[in-house]
């Protein structure tokens, strides 16, 4: 799956399950809230494509720079994760829960997702 596609896809499920939840997140929480809501779900989309987008470029390279690639990118984003996090909740005055309940929320599924993709994508034979 192309990195265009994979982003297409969590833009989708993002937006999608965001309008079907919107009428009780407005009924049920302040603005606040709902903006924290959306920014953690922002944050896991970046997050996922980001990983996407490491996978697709080392895919196919030396076993060496795909692990330098997949793990130290893991690292990476989640360095940029927190730092995003501790933004939001310290600059941007955002509620803490709702944020985080969001960008968990999104994260798994998008674990998921991704696990699903990895597993189906061909393996080059071992040479």
Same mark, same amino acid.
């Given at each position: 799956?192309?990195?265009? +596609?994979? @982003?297409?896809? %969590?833009? #989708?499920?993002?937006?999608?399950?965001?309008?079907? !939840?919107?009428p009780l997140m407005? &009924? =049920?929480?302040?603005?606040?809230? +709902?903006? @924290?809501?959306? %920014?953690? #779900?922002?944050?896991?989309?970046?997050?996922?494509? !980001?990983?996407?987008?490491?996978? &697709? =470029?080392?895919?196919?390279?030396?076993?060496?720079?795909?692990?330098r690639a997949v793990?130290?990118?893991?690292?990476?984003?989640?360095?940029?994760?927190?730092?995003?996090?501790?933004?939001?909740?310290?600059?941007?005055?955002?509620?803490?829960?709702?944020?985080?309940?969001?960008?968990?929320?999104?994260?798994?599924?998008?674990?998921?997702?991704?696990?699903?993709?990895?597993?189906?994508?061909?393996?080059?034979?071992?040479?």
């Amino acid at each position: 799956m192309t990195v265009a +596609r994979y @982003a297409l896809m %969590a833009f #989708a499920i993002t937006g999608g399950s965001l309008a079907l !939840a919107w009428p009780l997140m407005a &009924r =049920w929480l302040e603005p606040a809230s +709902r903006r @924290a809501a959306l %920014a953690g #779900a922002a944050l896991a989309v970046a997050n996922t494509v !980001a990983a996407h987008w490491l996978f &697709r =470029w080392s895919f196919g390279k030396s076993m060496n720079v795909f692990m330098r690639a997949v793990l130290g990118g893991m690292v990476g984003r989640m360095g940029l994760m927190l730092a995003a996090v501790v933004a939001a909740v310290l600059l941007l005055d955002l509620p803490e829960v709702p944020l985080a309940v969001s960008l968990l929320g999104y994260f798994v599924v998008f674990l998921v997702i991704e696990l699903c993709v990895l597993h189906t994508t061909r393996q080059e034979p071992a040479r």
